[in-house]
């Protein structure tokens, strides 16, 4: 299993094909789990079952991602922050195209 980001109710092909992969379960686990129970974090910690991410929660989603950028860098052997790190920067720049494409998109991050 892996968590990824995708558009619910896709209505046209750049819909279709947005895709993230965030990281695979094992992955997960291992790296972000460690991150997000050290934070405290609220939002992130419902990756592995799934979230329906809409643009006004995006900003508090980010928030919790940039935390764990910032406690991967510390953390994590150099491979593992690198993975977490390059995931981060595509949520960081592909999620925001998505929500300004078109009002009410709904993004699936799990």
Known sequence: MSISA???DAQDEFEEKFFIPVAAESFFNKCWEPAIE?????W?????????????DFPFVLEE?????EWAKK???????RKVIERIALIET???KVF?????IVIFIG
């Not at 991602?65 to 950028?69: R, T």
């Open 6 to 8: 995708m558009v619910l």
């Open 44 to 56: 992130t910690r419902v990756f592995h079952v799934g979230i329906d991410l809409v643009k006004e």
């Open 75 to 81: 953390k994590l052997p150099e491979e593992d922050k």
């Open 65 to 69: 991602l940039l935390e764990i950028k």
């Open 94 to 96: 592909e999620v925001p």
């Open 100 to 104: 300004t494409h078109r009002d009410g």
């Open 38 to 42: 050290e934070l405290g974090l609220k």
